[in-house]
């Protein structure tokens, strides 16, 4: 079973009692889907191309977990703290399998 990511990245973010109120219940929302923060805001190098904002990235143990956490009352409860104080983009993605090669996905 691969993991899936949840990849967010927050522009206009706008610090305030919303948000330090999000960040506060967020931890308890993902515990019971497995879910665990593997890059929070953490600086970064442009190598290429442009980039506006800070990269968030939630591991969880696959999809419908990842699904789940996302459309639980818990962290639908806190959803609107973070979409009416920033600006967001958010995807799911799994990840690869140890093996994989670039060439994989010529297959199909």
Request: aromatic content about 10%; glycine content about 8%.
């Amino acid at each position: 079973m691969m993991s899936t990511f949840a990849i967010a990245r927050l522009q206009d973010v706008e610090v305030g009692p919303d948000i330090v109120h999000y960040l506060e219940r967020i931890d308890a929302t993902l515990a019971p889907f497995g879910g665990r923060f593997r890059v929070h805001g953490d600086p970064y190098d442009v190598i290429e191309g442009s980039w506006a904002g800070d990269v968030v990235i939630i591991e969880f143990p696959d999809r419908a977990a990842a699904r789940n956490w996302y459309g639980s009352a818990a962290y639908q409860a806190i959803l609107p703290l973070r979409t009416e104080n920033a600006a967001c983009d958010v995807i799911l993605i799994d990840t690869v399998d140890e093996g994989h090669r670039a060439t994989d996905i010529l297959a199909g």
